[in-house]
């Protein structure tokens, strides 16, 4: 096998051993996926300031999000059937988090419950929530984030409809996969993978399956989706959360600087701009070109933090330089996840890692708390 340098290589080779279902559910955006691809292709004008002669001795990557010690500023992002990359993934990719010494974050739609990768962890990830009609479903998942011990309460606020991604309408995208004959097709490609799910029982939306009665199709996220979430959802909902949970919020999905207030207003502990990896508004702006006016509107009150086209440790400085405390990286843990299990989620931390370091030294720097938009070129940059 050829050496894994940087995360576009685990992308070739989850693509290679997932199968075509999954592997396209994690790498696409919705309609034409301008957004998907602006994300990752507007880091790339942003330019750096490169410095000489400065001392690079005793750099350091620890930092905080919301209050906790993390070993750099990234977390992992809640994905969805996270577990149909490989085998139980989501234990997988919050293990690795939890070694590397970063935040791991459970999605509602995760294939592994929280249950389960509470009893295979032994440190506080963060649950993520989505808000679904059925308030005492909600309220039960509260409850069992908390009797999980879950450190934040990620709560979405982007998805109550789901945009169209044309290429899981074409796979028929299900968790499990139904068995058709092109999906055997496919998978008799992928012998890894298969061995794994056969190995396991988690195949199924572990959050949801036997704990949400009136469900009647649960494979299907875009059923589940069009059947249950809150069409109505309001700040109103975002308060009866806060107030149920009364541990640590983190808003998730804001890309305008009136939301921004909003969350604010709120009484969240943190805001994430996001346009969901570019997978609901197709035309929405990218996530690191709303992030300076977001900064600048409410950065003094909130921590703001980003996702949304980060592929390399050059891209996390970009973030944090125009202000991010922190960036959550999705697509780059799933392709490390679906390449090689956890070593590949690990690995895909180290390469973030190593770029992320070696960046800072040679933008003259050794603390990534002293990072700002010092270290980027005038101009270059996308304006408040
Ligand atoms: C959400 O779960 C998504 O598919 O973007």
Known sequence: MKPITCIEDLRVLAQRRVPRMFYDYADSGSWTESTYRANASEFGAIKFRQRVAVDMSNRTLASTMIGQDVAMPVALAPTGLTGM???????????AAEKFGVPFTLSTMSICSIEDVAAHTTKPFWFQLYVMKDRDFIARLIERARAAKCSALVLTLDLQVLGQRHKDIRNGLSAPPRLTLPNIVNMATKPRWCVGMLGTKRRYFGNIVGHAPKVADMSSLSSWTANQFDLTLSWKDVEWIKQRWGGKLIIKGILDAEDARLAVDSGADAL?????GGRQLDGAQSSISALPGIVAAVGKEIE?????????GQDVIKALALGAQGVYIGRPFLYGLGAMGEAGVTRCLEIIRTELDLTMAFCGLRDVRDVDRKILLPGSYPAE
């Open 85 to 95: 990359q490989h085998a139980d993934g989501e234990i997988l990719a919050a293990r």
């Open 304 to 312: 703001v933090h980003m996702d949304g086209g980060i592929r390399s």
């Open 272 to 276: 994430i701009v996001s346009n969901h």
